[in-house]
T-cell receptor, first 112, second 114 residues
Framework: QKEVEQDPGPLSVPEGAIVSLNCTYS??????FMWYRQYSRKGPELLMY????GNKEDGRFTAQVDKSSKYISLFIRDSQPSDSATYLC????????????FGTGTQLKVEL | GAVVSQHPSWVICKSGTSVKIECRSL??????MFWYRQFPKQSLMLMAT?????????EQGVEKDKFLINHASLTLSTLTVTSAHPEDSSFYIC??????????FGPGTRLTVL
């Protein structure tokens, strides 16, 4: 079993839709949770960074962490074609500047 | 955010040759640099972690004699793929860490070994 599981998609939604992306994990030592966006042939870009359980909102993006269920989510409101990318969840036991364990990424396409 | 550059952005080489990839933090000092490898439609897999002036720590299954990492300064790390073979063809991404919370990724280098 992989430490981090993420549905690879692809996920196709119409413009303006609410998108829900999810990851599950098995390592209870993970305390720090991140969502990265990666465009084709580019490096990952940090979108959201959370510590422990709870919600965090930044513009159209909301990250949720449920440590009791070992489940994290990223919600994108009012999705735009420019949101089309691969979204990677990542986790760490000791902070985002340390070793990260990534999910496989979910490919998202937002269509006009 | 902080900027990390990689050079070259893509490289094609013959089997058996060595390839060096540079990773630079342009506007910050990276106390730790990480090297990842990403195969098509797969996640980033950490290869090694390096701290400036010390030997790199390699992940299980990564051959340290094949993937040579040098972290000569707080702004430069290099990855050398020695005696490259077609199975080494991949997307190599570096990142620089400034502390416990943050890690900035480079744009990646696509290596194709013929």
């Amino acid at each position: 079993q992989k430490e981090v599981e993420q549905d690879p998609g692809p996920l196709s939604v119409p413009e303006g839709a609410i998108v829900s992306l999810n990851c599950t994990y098995s390592n209870s030592a993970f305390q720090y949770f991140m969502w990265y966006r990666q465009y084709s042939r580019k490096g990952p870009e940090l979108l959201m960074y959370t510590y422990s359980s709870g919600n965090k909102e930044d513009g159209r993006f909301t990250a949720q962490v449920d440590k009791s269920s070992k489940y994290i989510s990223l919600f994108i409101r009012d999705s735009q074609p420019s949101d089309s990318a691969t979204y990677l969840c990542a986790m760490s036991a000791r902070g985002g500047g340390n070793k990260l364990t990534f999910g496989t990424g979910t490919q998202l396409k937002v269509e006009l | 955010g902080a900027v990390v550059s990689q050079h070259p952005s893509w490289v094609i080489c013959k089997s058996g040759t060595s390839v060096k990839i540079e990773c630079r933090s342009l506007d910050f000092q990276a106390t730790t640099m990480f090297w990842y490898r990403q195969f098509p439609k797969q996640s980033l897999m950490l290869m090694a972690t390096s701290n400036e002036g010390s030997k790199a720590t390699y992940e299980q299954g990564v051959e340290k004699d094949k993937f040579l990492i040098n972290h000569a300064s707080l702004t430069l790390s290099t990855l050398t793929v020695t005696s490259a073979h077609p199975e080494d063809s991949s997307f190599y991404i570096c990142s620089g860490g400034t502390g416990a919370d943050t890690q900035y990724f480079g744009p990646g280098t696509r290596l194709t070994v013929l």
